[in-house]
């Protein structure tokens, strides 16, 4: 990785001994001018007091796994969280309590979730994404134009994902933004336009309306398409993960980025500077 700025040097990971966890203990101990600060686990986990290094197969760095956030946020300038929705919104308040960047690439949050999160982006500086890649955000733009160009009447739009068997949520935080930036493209609510289950007599398909499809299985990391469909021609923009470092590295970029901004709530287009 290239070297990050030398003014945001102390990141605390969340979900520590999960596999973005240790993913982004690396992903900091591979960049210059990085330190990992601290390390998070949720309570009662077996990693606590573990050395972080040796859970993320690098080997020690005197850095222990701990589950106390409050002290874990003291003196850090940024936490980098992939963690549950309940631990993600208490880091949050933490996080504006501390003044420090919150980077979220939690999936799964409720509406009153995000209420809590963009509250305590009035005092933290907080970019949280269904997806940290360059990759998937630069698909996000395609999928807005397109949906933009092609007619709701003649063009139905159906996302498509894939990931492993330990994921919990579906349809997935990437898969709910690409539905996003369609529904943004249509100028249409995707909550009041999305199908996220369709089981027996579903009767024809609703004119305007943006369908989700998931599959689990293996360890698929995260294939994404979007399929725009018409009575003749079919267009599919895809994405697939091969790394989960690509989500680490984007992580550690937004956290960089926000480093000096206002408080507020950002996204990776912004940081990515894609619209």
Known sequence: MTETNTNMKLVVVAGAAGRMGQTIIRAVQSTPGLKLHAAIEREGSSATGKDAGEIAGIGPIGVPVTNDPLKAFLDAHAVIDFTTPASTIEFAALA???R???VIGTTGCSEEDEDKIRAASRHARIVK???????VNLLGVLVRRAAAALAAADWD????????NKKVDAPSG?????GAEAAKGRGIDLLANAVKVRD???????????GFATLRGGGVIGDHSVILASDSEMVTLSHRA?????FAKGALKAAEWAYDKKP????MLDVLGLD
């Open 96 to 98: 504006a309590q501390a």
């Open 100 to 102: 420090i960047v919150h």
């Open 129 to 135: 994404s269904g997806n940290m890649s360059l990759g």
């Open 157 to 164: 739009i159906e996302v498509l994902e894939m990931h492993h």
């Open 174 to 178: 990437t898969a709910l933004l690409l």
């Open 200 to 210: 027996g007599h579903t009767g024809p398909r609703e004119a305007g309306s943006i």
């Open 242 to 246: 091969s790394d989960r470092s690509l």
């Open 264 to 267: 507020g709530l950002y996204d």
